[in-house]
């Protein structure tokens, strides 16, 4: 009895470490099954449809055999808009980084899977910061793929 009593306790204090640690994110990576190529970084729902006061911004995952998304912001104020594909994927699996390029513009989503409904929209021209702001899912994957195919 107090051998089992005493295996019973190990196992309880042994798995308590284990338990308590936070799972550690891995790094962004693509698989190819041969048929298609998919990532451990898979945009949370697809994609969505994100805004603040100032921007909205659609994102959707390309419906090819590749493994990409589409990027359309629009300025809330002025109706400007801009469409952008075949973007980059970095970061790790805990805070994911997708990255889509005009010219000399890079425009940077970051999003956390722990918080699906906010992303961060980064500007930059050159290494010049031009925009760092917080958005907030108001639209599913389905919206996002109105908006993006609507002029």
């Known amino acids: 009895m107090l051998k089992k009593t005493l295996y019973a306790t190990f196992l309880a204090f042994s798995t308590i470490p284990v338990l308590g640690l936070p799972a550690q994110a891995s790094s962004c990576r693509f698989f190819d099954n041969g048929y298609s190529l998919s990532s451990n970084c898979e945009f949370p729902n697809r994609g969505g449809v994100f805004r603040n006061g100032e921007w909205e911004?659609?994102?959707?995952?390309?419906?090819?055999e590749g493994f990409g998304y589409m990027y359309?912001?629009?300025?809330r104020r002025t109706g400007d808009s801009l469409f952008l594909e075949t973007s980059e994927v970095i970061g790790t699996t805990s805070r994911m980084q997708y990255i889509f390029r005009n010219g000399n513009y890079r425009y940077t989503v970051t999003i956390r899977p722990s918080e699906p409904n906010v992303i961060r929209l980064e500007v930059y021209q050159g290494n010049r910061v031009l925009l760092n702001q917080l958005l907030s899912r108001v639209g599913n994957l389905e919206s996002a793929y109105q908006r993006i195919f609507s002029p």
């Open 57 to 64: 911004i659609s994102i959707a995952r390309v419906q090819s």
């Open 72 to 75: 359309k912001g629009r300025n």
